[in-house]
Nanobody, 127 residues
Framework: VQLVESGGGSVQAGGSLRLSCAAS????????MGWFRQAPGKEREGVAR????????YYADSVKGRFTISQDNAENTVYLQMNSLKPEDTAMYYC??????????????????????WGQGTQVTVS
């Protein structure tokens, strides 16, 4: 199982970035795919997640209205479109996956401890 993130970089406040997470080596459907971030000295926090079987999406309050998670089933890829970026969005962003039910993704998918697979991370810096 491999998750490969890309799309990070440095932008000014108010700018946009789109992160990608390409998944391979396992059955893509019926998975909870999450984006998490971790800033230096802080705990890893959930940003957004999507249940691949239904396309249901969930967001942290801090990013609602600014970030959008989406997927391309044909490419086994999940995206995180980040608009109106703020300096406090600066962090390493990680993609994570867990084969799950919709119920689990809704109820417990916000927590990083439940995920089996992780990407290597991509840095986002907002100044």
């Amino acid at each position: 199982v491999q998750l490969v993130e890309s799309g990070g970089g440095s932008v000014q406040a108010g700018g946009s970035l789109r992160l990608s997470c390409a998944a391979s080596g396992y059955t893509y459907n019926s998975n909870c795919m999450g984006w998490f971030r971790q800033a230096p000295g802080k705990e890893r926090e959930g940003v957004a997640r999507i249940y691949t079987g239904a396309g249901s999406t969930y967001y942290a309050d801090s990013v609602k209205g600014r970030f959008t998670i989406s997927q391309d089933n044909a490419e086994n890829t999940v995206y995180l479109q980040m608009n109106s970026l703020k300096p406090e969005d600066t962090a390493m962003y990680y993609c994570a996956a867990r084969r799950s039910t919709l119920f689990w993704c809704n109820d417990a998918g916000h927590a990083s401890k439940g995920y089996n697979y992780w990407g290597q991370g991509t840095q986002v810096t907002v100044s």
